[in-house]
């Protein structure tokens, strides 16, 4: 299943290209503004990304800007009210792979992300890093550092870490934990995924007994919100 982010401040219109999108078999995630739209498509894995260019907190220009400076090459298709050529040719030379402008037809849109999700091609510049409240994770350095301070954490918990915030917003099950994390060859038990949340989350947490990145999922696993 194709992953996208639609960054979009709209709520009708949101709902709507979710909605729609998930009938085709989509898997769609949204952020509301252009800062928090920013940091997920720059620490996730998205197949594509729906940017719209008006957004509060960062324009969809600056977003696409940011976004190609730190070499993340996934596909945007930006949305704009605006019809002016001008803000075609900006989005389109700041890295856009296309650009629909509003109202538009339905089946236009998905035509045209049907089209970028046939071309696309594999990323090869994985995001380097990631933010969440005032931690600092720098993911080809293996450091992590809260308000500028090195926390000591261990391999296995970086590594943890890593594929919790690889895998933002999904629910991730103990056993999928050992299968990534730990290795298909490995012995552990379940409660061995239990005890590294813990120790995880006594370093990144600010308060770890009311956890509120690394979340607790009764009867399933665990889910990341940082």
């Given at each position: 299943m194709k992953r996208l982010l639609l960054i979009e401040d709209e709520p009708g219109l949101v709902l709507t290209l979710t909605d729609r999108l998930s009938a085709e078999g989509y898997a769609v995630e949204s952020s509301a503004d252009g800062e928090s739209g920013l940091e997920r498509a720059a620490a996730e894995r998205f197949d594509l990304v729906i940017l719209d260019v008006?957004?509060?907190?960062?324009?969809?220009?600056?977003?696409?800007?940011?976004?190609?400076?730190?070499?993340?090459?996934?596909?945007?298709?930006?949305?704009?009210?605006?019809?002016?050529?001008?803000?075609?040719?900006?989005?389109?030379?700041?890295?856009?792979?296309?650009?629909?402008?509003?109202?538009?037809?339905?089946?236009?849109?998905?035509?045209?992300?049907?089209?970028?999700?046939?071309?696309?091609?594999?990323?090869?510049?994985?995001?380097?890093?990631h933010q969440f409240g005032d931690i600092q994770v720098d993911f080809r350095r293996a450091e992590v550092t809260r308000a500028g301070v090195a926390l000591e954490l261990s391999a296995r918990e970086f590594q943890l870490l890593r594929y919790f915030i690889q895998h933002r917003g999904a629910t991730l099950t103990r056993e999928e934990l050992l299968n990534e994390v730990w290795g298909y060859n490995a012995m552990p038990s379940t409660r061995t995924v239990d005890v590294h949340v813990a120790w995880l989350r006594q370093k990144i947490e600010p308060n770890p007994k009311h956890p509120q990145y690394v979340l607790t999922v009764h009867g399933m696993g665990y889910k990341f919100s940082g």
């Open positions: 008006m957004l509060p907190r960062l324009s969809g220009f600056d977003v696409l800007r940011d976004l190609r400076k730190r070499n993340v090459d996934t596909p945007v298709i930006m949305l704009t009210a605006r019809g002016q050529v001008v803000d075609k040719v900006v989005g389109l030379k700041l890295g856009a792979d296309d650009y629909v402008t509003k109202p538009f037809e339905m089946a236009e849109l998905l035509a045209r992300v049907e089209a970028k999700l046939r071309r696309a091609p594999v990323s090869t510049h994985p995001a380097e890093g």
